[in-house]
């Protein structure tokens, strides 16, 4: 209770973006612009106008990315230092692969891959160790694990992109070009965007089942790698050579990750819900998160994957547009991205319109998985078209 | 609202059926696959052809419309709801919305109004203020995005099926229905096709196809339409200088390139250019691409290997792909048809490491017959390697739904197919074969490795076995015993003959070795009797093989054809922007979203009694958030706790 007349004191952090940045924010950025410089300097006779722009727009991005969340820049430093220790130790020659201590077990683009497949598993089994043990040192280790599991798939591209050039200049390009890049591209983009919500919402509870259909893709890629013997860099066909690829996929992907996201949110928001009506005081009713909560992030994820999607499609037609002689050609895999376009258009609408919430929100997260999942795997295996890249 | 979604779940219906259902196959095809019932219901449907279907073209233009009017209505409101800034609001309003709070500040009215004016606009909101008679009102509004980004996706809808409608084939469907086009469906050359299936260059847009030769030109795209073409005239023509086909080391294509002369009398002289995939050359609105590579023609000199009649020299042959020709054989005239001859033929090899490896050339042709029946073979012009031997192989089908069955013809130590000729030749050769089945008779009756008999009879039969035998290969043999040995004998008599056969087959094969200057007293090289097993092998299975010649690739010119795509598409230039538009008001809507402060002042006993109200229709957490920063610094300013 105010007793007498005073003087009102407000005081407001005036600071500005660039004020309030850290000694460390600025090495961070002072390393990526001189990265950046070094490459444009030295691989700019190699690239196009559009590969110029890019490469620009990349740093731009995370640049503004790390200074908003400070962790992706321990995580752009641990990749850009382990990528180029790997990438001296080969000395020019793939051979070393075999020979080299650290290529063969820890940096070469597979030994990487693999280090990313078993930490993604085992980081899916700590995760839930914590939310059933509670003891917030499993949880950390859950957390690091992820973490480093997605630098060491970062320095698998990073280093499987380098090592294309090792086996031929015409061959050498940016590994996002066939089923089993892209899968590791899923599994990295779907764990970082989770990292993301798990320390913005500051909860861990939905890392076991996030890290669920990560692992699930870890199991389909060493299938994919073991059984079809497809982890072989293998050069790019006419149609691929184009830096519409170095766009278009990942943008592709951070649509693809962000649906799977939300639609494991969806379980986690059924599981909480039911939990809730038939045993409020059981672990699942007590320790995951709140239902509000689930329902944000699942809105948020697909509002992110959409958009996302929404650009990488455009892109798409803008390529294909080039390469095929059409922006719309009714390609199987152009029909599916429109269906899986449609359905997310659907969802949001019923959301943001018709205040649509709850169970039927989240059921219908988890069928968009279906569907999102046919367009991404279905098409190549059951449906013919212009778009088969990836074949089963 | 209701509706448009309902389009859009038909639309995806519709679009899942198109996938399902391979669209735009020749109609044979589906009759095939569907049997005749189905295949008109389907047709009926449209579902060959869906997105071009009326139906769906009806729904897409319902959309249009129905996305047209929703923005229509409500692009009024949203414009005044942009700029409004709720003044009017009551008291007790505010204090309805979920995030509310209230103070009691000893402060004179003003600051506590400067006070508020600077910290949400600090949060970036903008602000108006309303003096009641005895209150004042600041009025906060963060946010436009989610009303532009609603306009924004929503016109970029209509913009983008108007834009995707004009690329369509709706005008085509029009004029057809107006009986103004008619489509072709006769396989005749471009300037034999009449005026009711051509189109004019003015037409407005199109995607077509054409082939043209090295050396060649052309004016004209054929567009495939339903189960025919129509003639597209082009408003220049192109001439094709040169098509190169780049191959990565390991043999998989690396690029595609085309050398184009555009001439047309508007340019003051022909634009050279080179277009490969995904670098293709706009003219005149007109896009070309870099489609596909085919044969221009080439021109081939084949050698005929008789495998009817007893010939020992084969025929040359000399023709050009795409053409046909009549040729004699023993079992009368037949049509010739060259359809394709491949260079490279990149497959996937055997050996590790290695993923592909080229073949060689290839020609694929087929041989049809006065009734009109053919076969189509596939012949590799240098021998393969299967397991460490060579053959020349030759694959044969009798319709293009089959795979090819392949003929493995072994080819001698220096890798040509004259020993295996030869050795042919001579079982075909009567006279020869029963000199040798003498010999043969002579030496078997010593050993007494057949009954007892007069060596012509056994001679006899012995030639009899092997003329059944190359006749008809082994089927035919086995015939012949049904034929003849009662049932309970057939098991021994056909091992013996068997024996028999192999035993002839083995003698003219020594002679011929012998003739080769080969010496074979030490017994045959691992090479010369496995060449035997699989010359014998090949010998039964010509009969299947069904052709009067083997047709050897000798010699070849390669001329090749670039397959180019030509479009004009002008709702390109609506579908674009279309795009843009989408992507901005997507990213607008989610992450601008409209947000809404007050802070409602009032004297009251010598203090001022402050309510901080605040709604946001999306994103309620992140407003939540952010109304308890502002609610907690104000707390700060109007309950100091000192």
């Known amino acids: 209770m105010v007793t007498s007349n005073q003087t009102l004191k407000l005081e407001l952090d005036q600071r500005s973006l660039l004020q309030r940045l850290k000694l460390t924010d600025w090495i961070w950025a002072a390393m990526l612009l001189a990265g950046t410089f070094f490459v444009y300097g030295e691989y700019n006779e190699l690239m196009d106008i559009y590969e110029k722009g890019i490469l620009i727009l990349t740093a731009a991005t995370l640049l503004v990315m790390g200074f908003s969340w400070r962790a992706l820049q321990i995580l752009t430093t641990l990749i850009a230092l382990l990528s180029l220790f790997a990438l001296s130790r080969y000395g020019g020659e793939l051979a070393q692969v075999e020979q080299d201590f650290f290529l063969k077990f820890m940096f070469s683009s597979q030994s990487a891959i693999m280090w990313m497949s078993a930490l993604y598993v085992m980081a899916t089994i700590a995760y839930f160790g914590w939310l059933f043990s509670q003891v917030e040192f499993v949880g950390r280790v859950a957390s690091s694990m992820t973490w480093i599991a997605t630098a060491m798939g970062f320095v698998g591209l990073m280093v499987r992109w380098y090592e294309s050039y090792l086996i031929g200049t015409d061959v050498g390009h940016i590994p996002v070009s066939n089923l089993y890049e892209v899968f590791i591209l899923f599994s990295i983009i779907t764990a970082l965007i989770y990292l993301h919500y798990e320390k913005r919402y500051n909860t861990r509870s939905l890392g076991g089942f996030v890290l669920l259909i990560i692992s699930a893709a870890v199991g389909f890629l060493l299938w994919y790698a073991f059984d079809r013997n497809a982890a072989g860099i293998q050069p790019l066909v006419p149609a691929l050579q184009s830096y519409w690829m ?21 379980v986690v928001y059924l599981l909480k819900k039911r939990a809730l009506d038939h045993n409020p005081t059981g672990v699942m009713a007590l320790r995951l998160p709140e239902l509000n909560m689930l329902d944000d992030v699942m809105y948020k994820s697909i509002a992110l994957g959409f958009a996302f999607f929404t650009l990488a499609t455009i892109l798409g037609a803008l390529w294909a547009a080039e390469a095929w002689g059409g922006y719309w050609s009714w390609d199987p895999k152009e029909t599916w991205a429109l269906i899986v376009w449609l359905n997310y258009a659907a969802w949001l609408h019923m959301r943001l319109t018709k205040g649509w919430r709850g169970r039927p929100m989240a059921w219908w997260s988890v069928i968009g998985l279906f569907v999102t999942l046919f367009a991404f795997l279905g098409v190549n295996m059951f449906l013919s078209g212009l778009h088969s890249y990836g074949e089963l | ?34 049997g005749p019932f189905w295949f008109e219901v389907f047709k ?18 319902f959309l249009v419309l129905s996305t047209s009017v929703c923005i229509y209505r409500n692009m009024p409101r949203m414009f005044r709801e942009m700029q409004d800034f709720r003044l009017e609001v009551k008291e007790k309003s505010l204090r309805n919305h979920k995030h509310h709070n209230e103070w009691e500040v000893a402060a004179p009215i003003e600051e506590c109004l400067s006070v508020s004016q600077e910290l949400l606009a600090h949060h970036g909101f903008r602000l108006r203020e309303k003096a009641g008679d005895n209150y004042q009102l600041l ?21 983008i099926c108007i834009g995707g409608l004009m690329d369509g084939n709706v005008l085509l469907k029009i004029a057809e229905s107006l009986g103004e086009i008619k489509v072709e469906k006769r396989n005749i050359l471009a300037n034999e096709v009449p005026d009711i299936s051509r189109l004019a260059s003015s037409n407005l847009s199109y995607r077509g196809n054409v082939s043209i030769p090295e050396g060649g030109g052309a004016n004209v795209v054929f567009l495939g339409y339903k189960d025919g073409y129509l003639v597209q005239q082009l408003p220049f023509t192109i001439e094709v200088e040169d098509f190169r086909i780049e191959h990565y080391e390991s043999g998989q294509p690396k690029s595609f390139e085309s050398d184009l002369v555009i001439v047309d009398d508007e340019l003051e002289a022909p634009l050279r250019e080179t277009i490969s995939v995904n670098h293709p050359l706009t003219y005149k609105g007109v896009s070309i691409y870099q489609a596909s590579f085919g044969d221009g023609g080439s021109k081939i000199e084949l050698k005929g290997w008789s495998l009817a009649g007893a010939q020992k020299e084969p025929v040359a042959i000399k023709g050009i792909i795409n053409q046909s020709q009549k040729i004699q054989t023993s079992i009368g005239e037949m049509d010739l048809e060259l359809n394709d001859f491949r260079l490279f033929n990149i497959q996937p090899s ?40 060579l053959y020349f192989m030759s694959g044969v089908r009798s319709s293009p739904a089959e795979p090819f ?180 008001g997507v990213f607008l809507m989610f992450y601008m979203p409209q947000r809404r402060l007050w802070v409602w002042l009032r004297k009251k006993d010598g203090s001022v009694q402050v309510i901080l109200s605040g709604n946001a ?7 939540a958030n952010e109304y308890q920063e502002i609610h907690e610094k104000l707390d700060e300013v109007f309950s100091p706790h000192t």
């Open chain 2, 44 to 61: 009926a449907l449209g579902l060959f052809q869906v997105y071009s279907a009326i139906w769906f073209l009806i729904i897409l233009g």
């Open chain 2, 1 to 34: 609202m209701n509706l448009a979604i309902t389009l859009l779940v038909a639309i995806s219906f519709a679009s899942i059926i198109g996938t399902v259902l391979q669209q735009n196959q020749p109609y044979s095809d589906y009759l095939l696959k569907f």
């Open chain 2, 617 to 623: 229709v999306r994103n309620e957490m992140d407003f």
């Open chain 2, 405 to 584: 069955q392949y003929l493995y013809l072994p080819a001698d130590s220096s890798a040509s197919i004259h020993r295996f000729m030869t050795f042919y030749n001579r079982l075909k050769d009567s006279k020869g074969l029963h000199q040798l089945a003498l010999k043969a008779a002579s030496a078997t009756t010593d050993s007494g490795a057949v009954p007892e008999g007069g060596q012509e009879e056994i001679a006899n039969m012995m030639s009899m076995l092997v003329r059944i035998y190359v006749q008809g290969g082994m089927d035919a043999v086995i015939g012949a015993i049904e034929s003849r040995i009662p049932e309970e004998k057939r098991e021994e008599i056909a091992g013996i003959y068997v024996k028999i056969l192999r035993h002839l087959l083995g003698t003219v094969y020594l002679d011929l070795l012998k003739e080769e200057g080969q010496s074979i007293e030490k017994g045959m090289s691992e090479f010369d009797s496995q060449f035997f097993e699989d010359a014998g092998a090949a010998i039964g299975a010509i009969e299947r093989y069904g052709s009067p010649f083997y047709f050897q690739l000798v010699n070849y010119e390669h001329i090749q054809a670039t397959g180019l795509q030509l479009t004009r598409s002008p709702g390109k230039n609506l579908v674009y922007p279309g795009c843009f538009m989408l992507a901005l």
């Open chain 2, 350 to 389: 055997p050996e590790e490491g290695r993923k592909f490896h080229n073949i060689g050339s290839s020609i694929q042709f087929k041989l049809r017959a006065a009734t009109g029946e053919a076969k189509e073979y596939l012949n590799y012009m240098s021998p393969i390697s299967t397991d460490g031997r």
């Open chain 2, 139 to 159: 009025s906060a509004i963060k946010g436009a995005g989610s009303r532009w980004g609603y306009l924004l996706t929503h016109i970029a809808i209509v913009l």
């Open chain 1, 246 to 266: 170095k766009i278009h996929v990942p943008a592709n992907f951070v649509g693809y990750g962000a649906f799977a996201l939300a639609a494991m949110v969806g």
